[in-house]
Each structure stands twice: as C-alpha cells, then as structure tokens.
C-alpha cells in the first residue's frame, strides 16, 4: 500500500522529533561511575595517550576512536529529490546517512554541514578538521563540483575519501552489470551501452564499466540536452571524457537501437516501451531514477519477457541500493588504516558483491524475503540487503586490495580473527528486526484486532497497513466510537469495522459451532452467543474459521482474561500438552528467547521439557541455531526441589534428544557467558556457543524477569508469542506500547506464514 502523505509526513515529523531529537547520538565506551574512572578518562590519566600520540602520531588509532570514525559532509546543494537546499537542512539526511553506517558495519559518524557553496572554502574547511577523522564519506554535492572537491580531498589528506553518490551506484550497479552479461553469456568488451543521464553518478558509473572492460567507442552518453557529442560546447571536462564523434547525431530513440545495456539515472518514464523492443536479445535494463524508474518494471518484463531489469527500488527484484556498498567498503578502508579509497579497493567491492550473488544463498536471507530457493537468475543479479554475508565478504576484500596496492598502514595478519570481528560489530537487535518486519511484508496477512477501541491500537493498525506488514486490518468494536476515535485523531486509515453486538448473522453462526464443541463442558447455547457477542470469542473465532489469518488481544484485560477465549475457541495444537508464551528480546548480542513467560505457573519436568521443544521449533523458523538453557537459581546443583526438577528435564531432553544443544540447570549469567561457564563448567554443552533460549523454572522468575527488563526500556521486545496455539492467537500485554503492538502482529504474520507454507 502506497502510504497516505499527509500521514506519513506527520508521522516522519515526530519520529525526528521526539526525544531525543534526531537519529544519533555519543555513547561512552569506558567505565565513568567511579572519581577514579573520571580521573582516566579526562584530567589527568588523559595526559598519558597524549603524549604517545605527540611521540608517535599511528598511535592516535590505539588510543582514540578515530579508526572506527567517519565523518558524513555535505553543503548541502544536491540533496536526494530536493535540490540545492543548504547545508543546515541537509542535516536529517546526514543523520540517516550516519545510522545506516552504524547499523550495517558498526562505524561510528559525525555528520557535518558546511555552509559553504564555494569549493575551495569547502575543501579548506574538510582539510582542517580531517584529522578527527579515519575517513570522510562526502554527500550530495551538485556536480561538477562534486569532482573537482573530492580529487582535491583525496590528493591532499591521508585517509580515505569517497564521494558516494558518485561510487557507490558506480559499484553496485558494476556487480549487477557483470553479473547480469555473465548470465545472458555475453562478453562484456562487446557490448553495446546507452547510459541516459551525465550527472556525477552516471559518470562514475561509466568510468568504472570501462575499467570492468566496457569498450568506452560503445558507450554513448546522453544529459538533459541529447548525445554527449564532441561538437556540443556546453560541455564539462567530465563530459567531455564520453562525447563521441558520431555522424548523424542520434536521438535516444534512435542510439538505443539494437543495445545490449540501458544505463537510466534521468528522469522517469523517459525508456518508452518501443525503445525497449527495439533493443537486443536478452536486453540489460538498470533503470535507476527514483521513485519512479526510467520504464516501469512491470511494463518492461511485459514488453520485453527476456529483459534483465535492475532499478533503485526495494519492491522489485535487483534493487540497486548504495548500502550494499559503502559501510563495508569504508569498513575495510578503515580496517587498515588505508590512507585512500582507490580504484583497486572499489573494483574489489565490485567482484565481491558480484560474486556474493552467485553463491548458495543462506536459509535465513529465503527467509526474510520469504522466497524457497533464491539462486543467481534474472530476478538475483546483486545480493539483498539484509544478507548477513555482506560484511565478511566486502569488507576484507577491500581491506586485501588496499594491502596489495600499498596504502594500507595496519595489514591484517590473521583474515579468520578478522571475520570474527566484523561479525561481533554488527547492531544485531536492529538488524533482527529489520529481517523480520521485511519478511512479514513478502506476504502479508489479514489479522483481526480485538481492541479496535483503542487509539494505540488504530494507531498501530495504520503503522502495519502503511508498511505493508499486514494485508486487511479489521478491528472489532462498536463502529460509531472507532470512527469517532479514528476522525478526532485524524487517522487515515483502511481497515474493516466489525461490531459483533450488531453482527447478528455471524455471532448466530459462531455460537452454534463453540456450543457443539463445548457442550459436554457446561456450555450453553445461551451461554455461546453471550460469549460470541464478546470481542475475544469473536475475533478467535473469525481465524478459527479462515476469515482471518491471525487474532491479536490483551491491550484493555489482563492476559488470563484475554488467554481464556483463545484457548476456548481456537485451542492448542494437536501434540500440545499446554500451551506457553515466549518473549523475545532484541540484543546487541543477538535475539534471546524467553519462556515460559505466561501461561504455566509451576511446570513439571514433562513441561518443561515440551516448553523447550516448542521454543526450539520456533527459533529454527528463523533459521537461527537453538542453544537451550535450562535456568535455576544454582549451578549443576540438584540439592532443592526447583533444582532437581530442572535437572531431570535436562537428563531427560539429553536422552531424547542427543544433538539438541541444551543444558542447566545453570544461572542466567553464567548461560550468558560462555567463558566464565567454562571455566567453572567445561562439561557443559553451552561452553562453545552461549545460550540464545531460556527457560525458567517457573511463571513467577519468567514474568518478572520480563517485566523487569521491559520496565528498563534499553532491550527491544516482541511478545508474548503463543507456543502450542492449533491456529495464530497472540495475546500482548496489557496496555502495550505502539511499538510492542507492531511487532507483535508482525510475528503473527510471520506466523501464519509459517503455517500456511
């Protein structure tokens, strides 16, 4: 669904707005609570890495953050779709721009605006501050400027310098570019190019197909007022690199003819459909104008069924997006101490991603994107996004090339070490919620609401349709104060009211069906349509009867009254015993599973066990390995009642089932640490992989360990998720936040997905 601008507006207003304002901000990475700790940190320990650094200036990597430091810098005259808007409101960009650094390589950034239109006052200040710097990433600068200020930077500072709007399109549409000749089984020195559009991407882009082996007599360049042509006097020394002498001068409709490639970083809509027939066989489309790309996608496959389309969009296959690039090139850079991002270092970026996409793809990226089998094809030229792999294949390419080609400072010694520390920077809590919200969207699903009264739960309902997250949202409640509700907050939103208390018809029908199966259980029929005209029984049953694919309760009772209509109405699967609840939290370490948080007061060593079973299969969904922990309040005890319950359900998961990875009972903090774990216990199964799911002896130590870290409010929370339910009933906290709303129908998509597979 396409979002409501004016909603979309006021809801990017207050995601920049609200405190604390912006994207960014500085966290500490030593110890400050103690006067001793002050004392290192500033006056007068800070005198001591000082004067290292005066003796010996490499020494400003071991002591301070400049190595793992980027600085994002703009003037602010070319920003995205809005032009020459000045430095001062260019700064969200650059914020956006310093998070996506953070979140994908774990680079630190300063985002800096300078007010300066002139280049060389730019170029000075850039100099002058430099020093803080590891590297320097410049961004949306109007060309030709945008050349002139990034050849003076990177031939005048010693660190790596990279202006990315113009190499990062440059590097990740030459992997797409070589991967998608490769796939028609064409050679790249004979192909035939049209690239529309010479601004500073499209000439970086032609400038690094030459180097991958693109003939430059084949390449023909058209801007705003036609062929870049050597009789044409308006032209820059950048075009003027790619004006041909041709005779006659053609028009795009005419040069295009009989093509291999279309290059498009114009305008939208200018690649009409008969220029595309007319191209050759198996034709290459990278249509990268946004929003809208130079020939719709969908019209182009249809036009053209053997056509290899790339464009700037995430809803279509082969997105061209620069986040495949940048973080992990400037990781490598950074990685060692490069005094330059040079040509090698970028075309290394290029084989890497280029060769990425040829390899098997991992279960979790089929996952995310919701696909069986991803594999190299037409609709798989370049690597997704969220490909984990990214990192550990980009990065120490560019880190090698800048060791073969002599300006690296900081070689790497051992590549394996290496891995295992670009893997520990990555923002993991986020990076989870990302894969599973884009997941969820690949096929969303139609979820009932039962609290549809409720502000936060309209509030998320518009959130989850606006992304796509969720297909039809229909809320239960009376239509009048919905409405009302929805009018006095001006929410736009699509979504379906159903009233059960005037949906006479359905609750008719509903009662019959809960009676027949609860009548030998006390339940009336009076009694069923009493229940049947209740939001909970209701919602319950529309999925019960496929008229929903998922239901999601709890925000205005306590969780026992919202649980009770689920199980009554949909129940517990088959080879269930009881159902459970689980919490997942979104770390820095990773996500952890929690259970029971919900359901069972005091399990036995025959639930216990079935809990973890259940956890372990939901876990695996997500294709991340189950490591179980069996928590108690002693280590490898036995000696108390709790103990020995929990050590009877390891002995008895270890003797069903061998190579499940589970033990206990054992302490939360030495499950969270496998080094202290081994030290103590080097028998335990836990020692070479720390544990991901905890499972605790009993509600009372789940529930309040849960409440307690959720009241903190540092750790991301999704849940509780249902384990055991027959079909998806999810039934969140009392008075959840939006957010907790949102993600919690998101796993009950996802959920459905599941079972629907």
């Excluded at 390419?397 to 990555?426: C, F, H, T």
Aim: aromatic residues 8%; positive net charge; hydrophobic residues 40%.
């Amino acid at each position: 669904m396409r979002k409501n601008i004016s909603n979309f507006r006021e809801e990017s207003l207050n995601y920049h707005s609200q405190f604390p304002s912006g994207k960014i901000q500085i966290t500490p990475t030593k110890k400050y609570s103690s006067q001793r700790d002050l004392s290192l940190a500033y006056s007068p320990g800070v005198a001591e890495p000082c004067k290292e650094i005066a003796r010996s200036s490499i020494e400003v990597y071991k002591y301070t953050s400049k190595g793992n430091l980027v600085a994002v810098i703009t003037n602010g005259s070319a920003v995205l779709g809005l032009g020459d808007i000045g430095a001062l409101a260019s700064k969200p960009v650059m914020e956006g721009k310093a998070l996506l650094f953070k979140i994908f390589s774990g680079i630190d950034v300063f985002d800096i605006e300078i007010d300066a239109s002139d280049p060389e006052k730019f170029i000075e200040t850039v100099k002058a501050i430099a020093p803080t710097f590891g590297g320097i990433n410049l961004e949306d600068i109007k060309a030709p400027e945008a050349f002139e200020i990034e050849r003076r930077l990177k031939k005048e500072l010693n660190i790596p310098v990279m202006h990315d709007d113009q190499h990062g399109t440059a590097i990740i549409s030459g992997a797409a570019l070589l991967n998608a000749i490769t796939y028609v089984n064409k050679k790249i020195h004979e192909i035939k190019m049209v690239v529309n559009g010479a601004g500073a991407a499209a000439i970086s882009c032609a400038r690094t197909y030459k180097q991958l082996g693109v003939k430059p007599e084949n390449i023909l360049m058209f801007d705003s007022k036609g062929l870049l042509h050597v009789s044409r006097k308006d032209l820059n020394k950048e075009k003027r690199e790619f004006s041909v002498n041709i005779d006659p001068i053609k028009k795009l409709d005419q040069a295009i003819n009989n093509t291999d490639v279309f290059i498009g970083l114009s305008i939208g809509g200018i690649l009409t459909p008969n220029m595309l027939k007319s191209m050759a066989k198996n034709p290459i489309v990278f249509a990268m104008a946004n929003p809208d790309p130079e020939i719709d996608y969908n019209l182009a496959i249809k036009v053209r069924p053997d056509v290899i389309m790339a464009t700037g969009r995430s809803d279509y296959p082969n997105q061209v997006n620069n986040v495949l690039g940048f973080p992990y090139i400037f990781r490598g850079a950074l990685d060692v101490h490069a005094n330059v991002i040079n040509d090698e270092m970028k075309l290394a970026a290029v084989y890497a991603i280029a060769s990425l996409a040829k390899e098997p793809v991992p279960e979790q990226v089929n996952i995310v994107y919701n696909k069986k089998n991803i594999s190299f094809g037409k609709e798989y030229i370049i690597p997704k996004p969220f490909d984990n792999r990214l990192i550990t294949r980009v990065a120490p390419a560019v880190a090698k090339a800048a060791m073969d080609s002599g300006v690296a400072k900081n070689p790497i010694l051992d590549w394996k070490i290496y891995q295992e520390k670009l893997l520990d920077r990555m923002g993991y809590e986020s990076k989870m919620l990302r894969m599973i919200q884009n997941r969820a969207r690949t096929n969303p699903k139609k979820i009932v609401f039962c609290n549809g009264e409720e502000y936060d739960i309209l509030k998320s309902v518009q959130i989850l349709h606006e992304e796509g997250i969720i297909s039809i949202p229909i809320v239960l409640g009376n239509e009048d104060r919905i409405k009302r509700l929805i009018h006095e907050n001006n929410l736009n939103i699509e979504l379906e009211i159903v009233d059960p208390e005037k949906n006479i018809k359905e609750v008719e029908e509903f009662s019959k069906i809960l009676w027949k199966r609860r009548n030998r259980k006390g339940l009336t029929l009076y009694d069923s349509k009493i229940r049947m005209r209740t939001n909970d029984h209701f919602g319950a049953m529309m999925v019960d009867q496929g008229k929903a694919d998922a239901v999601i309760t709890g925000y205005s009772r306590s969780f026992s009254l919202s649980l009770r209509p689920m199980l009554e109405v949909i129940g517990k699967d088959d080879f269930v015993h009881k159902t459970a609840g689980m919490m997942i939290l979104l770390t820095k370490r990773g996500p952890l599973f929690l259970a029971d948080t919900a359901v069972i007061p005091d399990p036995t060593t025959e639930e216990l066990a079935r809990i973890a079973l259940m956890a372990s299969h939901v876990v695996k969904s997500f294709d991340i390995e189950p490591r179980i922990a069996m928590l108690s309040f002693q280590n490898f005890s036995s000696n108390s009642k709790t103990s020995s319950k929990v050590s009877k359900t390891v002995a008895f998961l270890h003797k069903k089932y061998p190579n499940l990875i589970v033990d206990g009972e054992v302490q939360p903090d030495f499950a969270l640490n496998e080094f202290l774990l081994s030290r103590k216990f080097p028998f335990s199964k836990l020692v070479k992989k720390r544990a991901n799911i905890f499972i605790f002896p009993n509600l009372e130590s789940g529930n309040l360990t849960y409440k307690f870290i959720r009241g903190l409010g540092d750790v991301q929370t999704i849940g509780p998720v249902m384990l055991g339910m027959r079909k998806p009933a999810h039934v969140m906290q009392m008075q959840s936040s939006i957010e907790e709303i949102v993600h919690l129908a998101t796993l009950a998509v996802i959920d459905a997905q599941i079972r629907k597979n």
